[in-house]
């Protein structure tokens, strides 16, 4: 088996659910940082996905995990491009080179574009984001490459995407956990705006049904229920602000120019899509062990 994204938090947290599978005797762990987790069966290798080749790396590879991406905001959105964008069309490229029996490719659910409200989707929604929210672009820019693959495939290679909801856990940290996490949270119409908040466990588990099965599709990945902001900020008992969404956007650019935020109007949103998983669960009977309520008070806790 072949992981990119290794050392990431995604990578970290599959890499401690593969080795404990007696299914799994050798994973191939590309990553350009140093592996978090250390076991016989990891073998890593320093592969940058946007230049080097990969047929080597991939060269008898059963199965194939991509979780390289770039999500913290760079100055350079098209740095961040080029490894979201190309180096996952790289990816796909070289796993069907290999005769991979199944590759899963990682998504979002903000693929579907920023939604707020509780409407819930399934995957008979439309794809698509505007530059305006660079990675959430990326992530549907990624899964057209992988619809025109599949349009001139020959249906050997089973091919996964995967879109999950907001993964949390000891091993998933980043700027916008942060934030939730803030005595003070400011943000656009908290009242309407819902997370859904996976456990990182599910995810994991989800990830190894999909492969072991070698399921082909695309497929929502999130756990039961929803949260508001302004129901997340009761259960942290922090003081929940409503901002105007325009005004919450230049606040963010301001602040990112001015090197204050980690984030610019980019990642400012009024929530993220609320999903149903009922086709992951018809396909692999994936049933996750945390809802949303206790996966975001394990987040909050952490």
């Known amino acids: 088996m072949v992981l990119t994204g290794a050392s990431g938090d995604f990578g970290t947290a599959l890499l401690r659910g593969l080795i404990l599978r007696e299914e799994v005797d050798h994973v191939v762990a590309l990553a350009r940082s140093p592996l978090r987790v250390q076991d016989p069966k990891i073998e890593q290798r320093t592969i940058d996905i946007t230049t080097d080749d990969l047929d080597e790396a991939f060269a008898g590879a059963d199965a194939v995990i991509h979780c390289a991406f770039m999500v913290e905001e760079p100055r350079d959105k098209e740095s961040a491009r ?64 992988v619809r025109r693959w599949r349009r001139g495939s020959d249906g050997r290679m089973a091919m996964a995407v995967l879109r999950p909801t907001y993964v949390v856990g000891p091993d998933m940290s980043n700027s916008g956990l942060e934030t939730m996490r803030s005595r003070v949270v400011l943000h656009p119409s908290p009242g309407r705006s819902y997370f859904q908040f996976l456990h990182q466990d599910d995810l994991v588990d989800a990830y190894l049904r999909v492969v072991l099965a070698g399921v082909d599709g695309e497929f929502n990945l999130g756990p039961e229920g929803a949260l508001t902001v302004s129901e997340l900020c ?3 008992h922090s003081v929940c602000i409503p901002v105007p969404l325009r005004a919450a956007r230049r606040l963010a650019d301001v602040g990112f120019r001015l090197r204050l935020l980690p984030y610019s109007s980019h990642w400012v949103t009024c929530g993220e899509p609320v999903t149903t998983s009922r086709r992951l669960r018809d396909a692999t009977g994936w049933q996750p062990r945390y809802d949303c309520t206790e996966a975001a008070r394990l987040m909050l806790a952490g």
């Open 82 to 145: 080029v490894v979201n964008v190309d180096g996952s069309r790289r990816v796909l490229w070289a796993a069907d080179s290999a005769g991979a029996r199944v590759c899963v490719m990682t998504s979002s659910i903000n693929a579907y574009g920023p939604r707020g409200g509780p409407e819930v989707i399934d995957e008979t929604a439309p794809i698509g984001a505007s530059q305006e929210n660079y990675y959430f672009h990326h992530k549907a820019l990624v899964e057209e490459d």
């Open 234 to 236: 009761r259960l942290n």
